[in-house]
């Protein structure tokens, strides 16, 4: 036999029934238990275990009834007094449950333009009768009766779309319930009450299909750096900007529903109506002239659609050069290079006392290890001259220009 006791309280009690029974005993009830039988027959019974005095009370028609055996046979929709010892000291109800078997034949799924990308209605369609009860002051109440709702979903979660299962009660009076809209295509499967499952009845779940109308998006951009440390602020955990020409990777990130249709807009924040447009599902761009940009996201399948942006900083250029390098093998300063940023031009000429050229280049992530044709140049000090052009404009609307020489020292000892 089934037994469903919300409280630790023991009953000094035993209930026997063919087609099972639930014992429900909770302050909520204002009795010390109702007893839910699946049919009533001559097996109905309940039984005192106790060794007191014990005498049953109870009503059917205007006549009271009472007992003094230990066992008494049960009849549904009934309040029983039990004295012990003389002393009123439990109230019980019966209730047959096979009376209020729920039917539920269908579900309607309700939603509006627009709110349906947020919120849709659940509307259950059948018979779900209210399970009336008597507590011990003669007041007539109704059993809660909760029913379940289970659909697959897709959750965001650690940064990625993860498969998960949602689960809802629903508690009666069953007409219809508003729950988020499913981030992705699914079935609902509803099914109940619960007295029904533990009582092993077997009653039809409902299915209904559900294809997903909401997009949510959660975008992303994330800079491709390059190999070249001597590029400053070329990393993404300091935010997106930096160095051009600023290579980002965005990703758009959107629930698994079909179709969406991207739509993305790049322009300079100063020119808003000068922009460039894109229909990629995730966006590699690449940012060349100095300045902040806005990026924007719009992602929609003709109901529904999410809009995200970021803001992106390509800095203003930069060069600074060193004074000394030392080419020892021991990983700290072994090559002469400048630090910079936003480069676009570059060319560098790298000459000894006697006006040799030892080294040239036209890439200001390279730098000189301090060997001509490959073999080790002597100490001493070294002349440069470097030429570059920046990504960025001056204030005559020029691109900025540096030519800057000097001298290096180039250092062996340990």
Request: aromatic content about 12%.
């Amino acid at each position: 036999m089934i037994s469903l006791c919300i409280n630790a309280q023991a009953l000094p009690f035993t209930v026997s029934n063919n087609g099972g029974y639930l014992i429900l005993t909770d302050n909520q009830y204002n009795l010390d238990a109702i007893i839910l039988l699946n049919g009533v027959d001559l097996s109905s019974e309940i039984n005192y275990i106790g060794t007191n005095t014990i005498e049953w009370q109870y009503n059917i028609g205007g006549t009271t009834f009472k007992s003094n055996q230990n066992s008494l046979s049960l009849d549904e929709n009934i309040n029983y007094k039990v004295f012990i010892n003389g002393i009123e000291s439990y109230n019980f109800y019966t209730i047959d449950y096979s009376q209020y078997l729920p039917i539920i034949n269908d579900i309607e799924i309700e939603s509006e333009e627009n709110i349906e990308c947020e919120n849709i209605t659940l509307k259950f369609i059948g018979n779900v009768i209210e399970i009336p009860y008597v507590d011990k002051d003669g007041n007539t109440k109704f059993l809660p009766r909760n029913f379940t709702l289970t659909y697959e979903n897709s959750t965001w979660s650690n940064e990625n779309w993860v498969d998960s299962t949602s689960t809802i009660t629903i508690t009666s009076p069953l007409t219809s319930t508003t729950i988020a809209a499913p981030n992705k295509s699914t079935t609902f499967k509803f099914f109940g009450d619960e007295y029904a499952n533990e009582l092993g009845i077997n009653l039809d779940t409902i299915y209904k299909d559900y294809s997903a109308v909401k997009i949510e998006c959660h975008l992303k951009g994330t800079i491709i750096e390059r190999e070249y440390k001597n590029e400053l602020d070329r990393s993404s955990e300091s935010g997106i900007e930096g160095s051009g020409p600023l290579v980002v990777e965005f990703l758009s990130r959107a629930n698994p529903v079909n179709p969406i249709y991207y739509e993305w807009f790049v322009h300079n924040v100063e020119t808003p109506n000068n922009y460039q447009r894109y229909n990629d599902i995730d966006l590699l761009y690449k940012f060349e002239d100095s300045g902040e940009y806005l990026v924007k996201l719009i992602a929609s399948n003709g109901r529904c659609e999410c809009r995200d942006s970021l803001h992106i900083k390509v800095l203003e250029s930069y060069i600074s050069v060193p004074n000394a390098f030392t080419p020892n093998g021991d990983g700290l300063n072994d090559e002469f290079r400048v630090a910079y940023k936003s480069i676009e031009r570059y060319s560098i000429i790298i000459q000894n006392r006697w006006g040799r050229t030892v080294y040239t280049s036209k890439d200001p992530g390279k730098g000189w290890d301090g060997t001509i044709n490959g073999r080790p140049a002597a100490e001493g000090t070294y002349y440069y001259v470097i030429i570059a052009t920046g990504y960025d404009v001056d204030l005559k609307g020029k691109q900025v220009k540096y030519r800057l020489s000097g001298d290096i020292n180039l250092i062996r000892s340990r």
